[in-house]
């Protein structure tokens, strides 16, 4: 593979994990049953009631406000200058929105400064898995969860999909960076930002008639539905790591947890819902996740443009097989066949019989000498994955949406 080819699939990867984060899957959900207790939520305690009927209240009721206040246009207009986590709010915000942003904004009282210090180690040292995985488990795995495909397919930015994928990807880069939640950095500004963007989606995907009549649900967006798209970002790149036994200590993997914890704490996921350890997450997303994997039209429309997204530069000669073989290898042959995907002759076996020794002599578990010939080209596409899938992360500007996707 030539540089330039091998630069696009790593930028698709990037881009992939960007969708996942978004939540840019569609249909009919399969609805299990809650059971899921809240003395295993990081509140360790609440009433239990099922998610699938809990949104945001004080979110959407204000969001909705402004936008059928016409507010909209000029709240995007001033926050586009606020960035920064400790920075104050721009003048001008209207009042209502102004003080639930003032509260929205901290941190709760359970967050865990030496905890978030050890997220960044983690993240530094498996910065190049977290790429990957992001991009092409979590990215691709969102095209298979219905209720998020349809509805990023039918809202404003369904319309331009790679505009989208940049700004979920900012996500992935500010929970990663060194100073996420710090004074300097940008994660709650982003959480914040996209909580109202969450709320204005609740409002108008009902009034689209596309997505009324793809959809199952009334209002888009659930707690549970918040929970899904949680599910597929950390928890399944914890098992990912755990699966290809990358050696992780016990305090970088309840770091990792916890800086979730806290994304999902900002994004108005309520802490009876946000799982207090990896055990409980597994067993939560055995129940909320694994069940609603499907394959719907919207999200094999989208896979395929996630796929086509290196095409600009190769068209996608080498790159869609590539990330085609990656999305068989890291989510299996059941979600592949729902996407299209075919069998790549030459990649899927290479990453069956090479991806195990090739982490194994990453990690040291395994001398030098027995490196697979495909070490290098494995190393490489890491690197580039990484490197990308932060470059797709430049300052974007996430903003509240005032329309639907118009067809
Ligand atoms: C927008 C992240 C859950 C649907 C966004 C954005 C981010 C994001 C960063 C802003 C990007 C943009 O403006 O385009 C997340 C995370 C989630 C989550 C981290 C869970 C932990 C969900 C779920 C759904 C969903 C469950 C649907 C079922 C949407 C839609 C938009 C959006 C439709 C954008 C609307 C637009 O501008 O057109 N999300 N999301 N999200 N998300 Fe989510």
């Known amino acids: 593979m030539d540089n330039l080819s ?49 949104w945001d209240e004080e979110a959407d009721r204000l969001v909705a406000s402004l936008l059928d206040r016409g507010d909209v246009p000029k709240v995007n207009e001033l926050l586009r200058t606020w960035t920064k986590n400790d920075q104050p709010l721009p003048a001008g915000l209207p009042a209502d929105l102004r003080d639930f942003m003032e509260r929205a904004r901290r941190l709760p009282h359970w967050a865990d400064r030496d905890k978030l210090a050890t997220a960044v180690e983690f993240n530094e040292k498996r910065g190049l898995y977290l790429g990957v995985l992001y991009g092409l ?15 990023v397919y039918y809202s404003q930015g369904g319309a331009d999909m790679k505009d989208r ?18 004074p300097g950095g940008e994660m709650i500004v982003t959480c914040v930002k996209t909580r109202l963007v969450h709320a204005a989606v609740r409002h108008l995907l009902p009034q689209s008639p596309y997505w009324t009549k793809a959809a199952e649900e009334e209002i888009p967006i659930s707690q549970r539905d ?87 530069i190769d068209g996608g000669v080498l790159s869609k097989p590539v990330l085609g073989a990656f999305t068989r290898f890291l989510l299996g042959d ?11 002759p030459i990649w899927d076996p290479l990453l ?49 949406p005032d329309t639907n996707r118009p067809s």
Request: aromatic share 8%; glycine share 8%.
């Open 6 to 54: 091998r630069r696009n699939v790593l930028k698709a990867g990037g881009a992939l994990g960007a969708l996942g984060a978004l939540g840019v899957v569609a249909p009919a959900q399969a609805s299990t049953e809650w059971t899921w207790s809240p003395a295993g939520s990081v509140a360790g305690t609440g009433v239990g009631a099922d998610p699938r009927w809990v």
């Open 137 to 151: 488990a979590s990215g691709m795995m969102s095209t298979v969860i219905p209720k998020e495909a349809r509805a």
């Open 165 to 182: 994928i940049s700004k979920t990807a900012k996500l992935g880069y500010d929970i990663g960076s060194r100073d996420a939640y710090q």
């Open 226 to 312: 918040m929970m899904v798209t949680w599910h597929s970002l950390p928890t399944t790149v914890m098992q990912k790591l755990t699966a290809w036994e990358v050696p992780i200590p016990a305090a970088e993997s309840e770091a990792f947890l916890h800086s979730w914890q806290l994304g999902g704490h900002l994004l108005g996921i309520k802490d009876e819902y946000i799982p207090v350890s990896w055990a409980e997450a597994d067993a939560q997303a055995e129940q909320v996740l694994d069940p609603v994997l499907a394959p719907t039209p919207e999200g094999v429309d989208l896979a395929d443009i996630l796929l086509n997204l290196g095409a600009d």
């Open 334 to 344: 059941r979600i592949a066949g729902w996407l299209h995907i075919p069998r790549e």
């Open 352 to 400: 069956n019989a090479a991806w195990g020794p090739f982490i194994a002599v990453r990690e040291g578990l395994l001398p030098f000498p027995l490196a697979p010939e495909s070490y290098w080209l494995f190393d490489e596409f890491l690197r580039r994955a990484a490197l990308l899938y932060l470059s797709e992360a430049r300052p974007i500007s996430i903003e509240i």
